[in-house]
Nanobody
Framework: QVQLVESGGGLVLAGGSLRLSCAAS????????MGWFRQAPGKEREFVAA????????GYADSMKGRFTISRANARNTVYLHMNSLQPEDTAVYYC??????????????????WGRGTQVTVSS
């Protein structure tokens, strides 16, 4: 089992930045890939970014490239999502996820078997 707790969400003006954190516990953190997903009201959950167990390999949704950065600190069992140039369309609940079966990341939500409860990000214009 892996337990995940997100933090760092909040209200920010358009053009602003936030850093989300996700603290993991329960297994050797560096053994598994981590991902961030988001879900806006009335929309399906969508992939944001993911990172391999070592942190050397990352992937992003096209709309996040150049604005968002995923990183991890394995010594702290924590993964981060740095978000810059936020826009109102980035408003959503952001979820952290762990793929307990793979060291290499996936962009598919179905690959992730552990999820946090989410943290709300609201971007006002």
């Amino acid at each position: 089992q892996v337990q995940l707790v997100e933090s760092g969400g909040g209200l920010v003006l358009a053009g602003g930045s936030l850093r989300l954190s996700c603290a993991a516990s329960g297994r050797t953190f560096s053994n598994y890939a981590m991902g961030w997903f988001r879900q806006a009201p009335g929309k399906e959950r969508e992939f944001v970014a993911a990172i391999s167990g070592s942190g050397r390999s990352t992937g992003y949704a096209d709309s996040m490239k150049g604005r968002f950065t995923i990183s991890r600190a394995n010594a702290r069992n924590t993964v981060y999502l740095h978000m810059n140039s936020l826009q109102p369309e980035d408003t959503a609940v952001y979820y952290c996820a762990a793929d307990g079966r793979s060291y290499y990341y996936s962009t598919s939500a179905s690959s992730y078997d552990f999820w946090g409860r989410g943290t709300q990000v609201t971007v006002s214009s």
